[in-house]
């Protein structure tokens, strides 16, 4: 896999000004991710991974170091990655179908030509029959497809997703999760995944970073080896089960200093 | 609870009640039942109080009960109706009410809106003016009316003015909680997609906000009219609150009465149409 690498973080720290003095949210965080890869980051809550995607989007100016997409700095330039926030962030006063073209619509696409690329695609990954539908008489799962459509069909390479299925129940989750593999493969995207649940981080990923806090820094970086594509079953293999507890002994090491400072 | 209680109570109350039920114990209380009426029956029973008190009025005047100099009667309220509609300028009076009415609503909602809205784009700006319009709120504004009145004239503007100064107060600040309660992360989600705030705002906050716009709607029909008649109160050539005003200071009470009641009437229809807008609009919202 010698793709060139699509986003690259280079040496960058954020700190934010509180009453009580300076609050070092990321320390040099470094990070190449090649084109096409899904990596994940997981971490206890508070080692700034929100941070990091905010400083991706260019919603946030980091106070140190590069954001690097394609070789081009895009550091603090908006509307270049495509950025799903934890929360779903329909808008309930637009049909379906009108809130997945979204991005598109910002661009200054012709809303009948956005609609007519977007209608196709929600039949396709199971939408079908909701498309007019306003978004409060749509199932958490069926809200976070939408959103996640809305994301995609906004046409950037790189795809950042904050804790997507955090809200949803086991099942709709692990559905979620094979559906979103689909969507992967099918659009080729560059994806940056978010997640508390480790193995939801080793199942979808090719690579996870495991982060600590007080600074939020990068511990390990680890390869996920394992062939796609997936089945369920591969949650049960020797490889996975080792992956899954190296990440957890990472997590849990990082966990006591929190309690320290705390 | 009940059910553990249920044993004991059983043995002490010894009623046949109890003991066939030993569960429901002795403090048992049923959901209380209110039993709908049929509509007819409703109906029936307000057009009969309507009409006891229509009546009970017109005995106690006419039995002197009721000094009908200053309460006046229904027989005469009646007379004096028909001679208001056939022979005096009632529609002008209506039409320079209504007119007065509906302008400052418009524009007073209109204002309103905007200014609230106009918030979103500078906090700096909306912390300053802030104080100002809180100030302008708790003023009873309808103490300026005097002074609008002699800036404005007795003519329309007037009253316009003053159901504007009614109105525009409610639609700001409403619209600006409208604002203040618009999610930080829908506005990272239009800024990750390269929105501008142009956009922005076309696209998030104004329909966002507009529940908010549209809750006004019907108090503001209110509070124009109050300050239209206010208006007229205070000096006017026209208008419902002129004739209420005239009719009182010269002890036509008949006719004090036949003018609150079209304004009454002219005020129900107002919110009427304002309520059907409201849903009208809501439904589009989806909210």
Known sequence: MASPTKLRLDDVSMAFATPAGPFQALAHVS???????????IGPSGCGKSTIFNIVAGLLEPTEGRVMIDGEDATGTIGRVGYMLQKDLLLPWRTVLDNVILGMEIQGKPLREARERALPLLRKYGLSGFEYLYPNSLSGGMRQRAALLRTLLFDTDVILLDEPFGALDAQTKAHMQEWLMQLWSDFQKTVVFVTHDVEEAVFLSDEIHVMGTRPGRILEGMPIPLPRPRERSVTLSPEFVAIKERCLTLLTAAAPKLEEAA | MAVQDAPRSTELSGMTVAQARPAAGKSARRLPVQKDWPSVAIIATQILILAAVIGGWEVAARAGWLDAFFWSQPSAIWKTLIIFFTEGDAWDDIWFTFRSTILGFIIGTTAGSVLGLSFWWSRNYAAVLQPYIICFESMPKLALAPLIILVFGLGVTSKVVIAIALTIVVSTLTTYAGVKALDADGEKLFYSLGASRWQVFRKLVVPFCLPWIIS????????????????????????????IFYAGSTYEIALVWVAVFVLSTLAVIMYAVVSWLENVLRKGTRQ
Request: hydrophobic residues 50%.
């Open chain 2, 216 to 243: 006004v709607l019907r108090v503001n029909i209110g509070l124009a009219l109050t300050g239209a008649i206010v208006g007229e109160f205070i000096s006017s050539q026209h208008g419902l609150g002129r004739t």
């Open chain 1, 31 to 41: 990070l190449a991710v090649p084109a096409g890869r899904f990596i994940s980051l």
